[in-house]
């Protein structure tokens, strides 16, 4: 006989479905109008998709700083110039800077957040973008790419400049500092079998277990998983110095996907009906970084809060919870010692 499951996951399909067709094909999140004037706002993987649309979106809300961070430089030059050439009310392209960063790669993800450290005087927004999903079995620093890109390193770089976004807080008291990660309705449709091992990061490098997208489904449901359970960790003052929160934008059409092979013929003629607009997705990601403190901890959807998978409420996700918490902060800790004490833990 089997041994008894340790993490038995159900997936509630009907109602994530449900709700992914409702958001789809009947609501279309506003327009953002928030005003980000004298705020200073980095958008990682922001040269494309989404991540340009959502930086262009904070460039027309008057934020007086706007980082692109990107991995080729060239490409957030062009990306640049877009925002601009777009952007008719305003005229001052030195408000946007390109700055390097590849998040497959621990060096330049630390590189960069002590950059930022040393020579932004604040920062009001971080909009973690940067993101894969590949077909592709390649290993990166030891751990399968999309791991490393959409998990491991998402989440250095958020506990790197945390410490920056509260000390914006101190210093400019009428901020609201928003740190938000983007993950994906994909979230709901994992059985996550991963947790079961007795470490979840050796069971993810196993190649034989690899797949497109349930490894996508995986990362966007870690990323949700080690959010709520860092927010409710870390001991803040209430309200909190950094609203911490998760974002869905829906399914948009972007070339996240792009490194996989073309999708049939019937996928893609679903999808020019259900797709959103990169436009209206990168809205998403606007709106959660304006979002109000009953945010913070939670997954944004369509501009407001949406509950998360519901057996992430049970006692078998607050264990799964703590369990990729502990086993992710391991590999954060050696990245860099100390990042613990850092932001408060």
Known sequence: MAPPVEFPITPSLGT????????QLFITPPLPTHSFANQTVIVTGSNTGLGLEAARHFYRLNCARLILAVRTVAKGEAAKEDIVSTVKQRADADAIEVWPLDMSSTASTLAFAERVKTELPRVDVLVENAGINTADWTLV?????????NVLNTFLLALSLLPKLTDTKTTFPDSHPHLVIVSSEAHRLTKFPE?????????LNDQAEFSQQPRYQATKLIEILFTRELVARRKTASPPAVIINVVNPGLCTSNLDRRGPQPPLLVRIVRRILDRTTEVGGRTFVLAASAPVSSHGELQSDGANQDVESWIYTEVGIRAQRKVFEQTWRVLEMRKPGIGQEVGL
């Not at 620093?141 to 890109?149: I, L, S, T």
């Open 16 to 23: 994530g479905l449900r709700l992914f067709f409702h958001s």
């Open 141 to 149: 620093e030891g751990y399968e790419q999309a791991v490393q890109v």
């Open 195 to 203: 947790i079961n091992a007795p470490d979840l990061y050796a069971k």
